[in-house]
């Protein structure tokens, strides 16, 4: 096997700013340093004074000494120092992106702002299928009606990656009103779509392309890494600096270029879903990350890149044990693969990845990305040494010499393409918030669904608003559930019953 994965045909972005400064970080220095007198204003813990000392022996002095307030605080009343304006530049500089905006509030609120400015309500738009909930949530919420674009079904070993040019260019054929693409790309499965030639499609009919980039953090930052959206021509692409990068939980950005998106429209449709006490520390994360990325990240990501490259060749050493790359590539399958994405198949020792996710927790306290019915994903940054690989290397052999103890995986039953192709009956926001019942799961099948039902992680719907829910799609939850799949997101997490619409 090759190895690496990635095509690796990007260049990092030439910047053009001084990326040593940071704003929000010497914004807050300087507050810290200068600040006199007491602040009559929120936060009410006056920057720790009132936090209860067992707090702050778990959470330390440091991170209430630095919560402070955006405007009236890091900033002045009115913003007039642009510390936050300039943070997003410099931001939009070390991506090579025309507008940048911070969000406090994961990618899950990017996307739905980003999918706002391009489409209202009854408008149509294309959307890949292998959509994150909070794509579907956008949609429920603006009442925009989805056409979906199938994603590339990998029928042997079970991965739905994301679709290409040519399944985008028939969607439009279908739909040529559609008011733009949202694709889905890297998976959190590292599988990632040719994302300049479906950017092409779609500016050939002169719609804008939305890249939800939420696991590409890292992408711009080394050659080799596979391709990322904004060097590959989408209008806005929406990433989770705390995936793959170094930014707290919650740290997003959403990059934008063109003229298809209005930079104005887009900061409206944030500001309708934002929150108005965006958190300091969050955005002091985003800048001090550009910052190392822009001065060392391709150093820092060539290290990372060596240990991915080590770890998956000894892994391959252990029986039973399979780390997947390149089988995930090919014509009809993903485009590119990021090699710090490591993905275990774990079918070999007689397991699930359910199983091998809970004895690695509890045998050796090692959380891992995902799990799923047979393999597991170790995720990989720069912030990984020879030490954290050693130990990961050093629990997955232990693990495989106690296989004979794992227990064997319950039965999933794994539905086709077809069984996962649910048809789309009613508009996800009229099926969400019109009358619904609880119904056992049995009878559920045939009615159309009126809440989501997305393993998790990834957290992709299998059942979404609006949907017909078929027999194939809900024997594949049941059984999953009964063997360690998790579905937080159905109003009966055990999944006995469903919620669904009750139809004339
Ligand atoms: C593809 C994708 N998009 C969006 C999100 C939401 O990101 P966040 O957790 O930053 O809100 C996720 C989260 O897992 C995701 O996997």
């Known amino acids: 096997m090759p190895e690496r994965a990635s095509r690796g045909t990007h260049q990092v972005p030439p910047v053009t700013l001084d990326h040593s400064q940071t704003p929000v970080l010497d914004a807050l220095a300087d507050y810290k340093r200068n600040q006199r007198g007491r602040n009559f204003s929120p936060p009410g813990h006056k920057q720790g004074g009132g936090v209860d000392p067992r707090v702050v022996e778990v959470l330390g002095a440091d991170v209430f000494a630095s919560d402070v307030l955006a405007m009236s605080g890091l900033d002045d009343r009115r913003m007039s120092q642009q510390v936050l304006g300039r943070a997003q530049e410099l931001m939009a500089d070390a991506v090579d992106a025309e507008h940048t905006f911070f969000s406090t509030c994961g990618s899950s609120l990017s996307v739905k702002s980003a999918m706002l400015a391009v489409a209202g309500p009854h408008e149509k738009l294309l959307v890949a299928r292998n959509a994150h909930k909070s794509v579907v949530s956008g949609l429920v919420l603006a009442g925009i009606d989805p056409v979906w674009v199938e994603p590339r079904w990998d029928t042997e070993h079970h991965f739905a990656h994301p679709p290409g040019p040519d399944e985008v ?124 990325m822009v001065e060392q990240g391709q150093q820092l990501l060539d290290g990372a890149l060596s240990l991915a490259r080590r770890l998956r060749r000894d892994i391959a050493e252990l029986p039973g044990l399979t780390p997947l790359a390149t089988e995930l590539l090919g014509p009809r399958l993903a485009y590119e693969h990021d090699p710090l994405v490591l993905v275990l198949d774990v079918h070999g020792l007689g397991t699930s990845g359910y199983g091998v996710a809970d004895w690695l927790r509890e045998q050796r306290n090692i959380n891992v990305g995902l799990a799923d019915h047979r393999r597991v994903i170790a995720n990989l940054t720069h912030a990984d040494d020879d030490t954290s690989a050693a130990f990961l290397l050093d629990a997955l052999t232990e693990l495989v010499s106690r296989r004979d103890q794992l227990a064997p995986p319950a039965q999933v039953r794994l539905p086709s393409p077809e069984g996962l192709r649910l048809k789309t009956v009613m508009l996800p926001r009229d099926a969400y918030f019109g009358p619904a019942e609880h119904v056992p799961v049995e009878a559920a099948v045939g009615r159309i669904a009126a809440e989501y039902a997305s393993p998790y992680p990834p957290g992709v719907p299998v059942a979404v608003p609006g949907e017909r829910i078929e027999h194939e799609a809900m024997e594949y939850l049941r059984t999953g559930v009964a063997a360690g799949m998790y579905v937080p997101d159905t109003a009966d997490p055990s999944l006995r019953t469903l919620r669904v619409v009750v139809e004339d």
């Open 169 to 292: 260019a028939a969607a439009f054929d279908r739909e040529p009103d559609a008011k733009g693409m949202l694709l889905i790309t890297p998976t959190a499965y590292g599988a990632c779509a040719d994302i300049r030639g479906v950017a092409d499609v779609c500016h050939r009919h002169d719609k804008p392309l939305i890249v939800d980039e939420a696991w590409g953090a890292h992408l711009p930052f080394h050659p080799e890494l596979p391709s990322w959206a904004m060097d590959a021509g989408a209008d806005v692409c929406v990433t989770s600096v705390h995936k793959m990068g170094a930014g707290l939980e919650q740290g997003s950005v959403f990059h934008q270029q063109g003229n298809r998106v209005d930079p104005a429209v887009l900061k409206l449709r944030e500001d309708l879903l934002g929150t108005t006490s965006p958190s300091v520390l969050m955005y002091a994360a985003l800048d001090g990350w550009r910052r190392q």
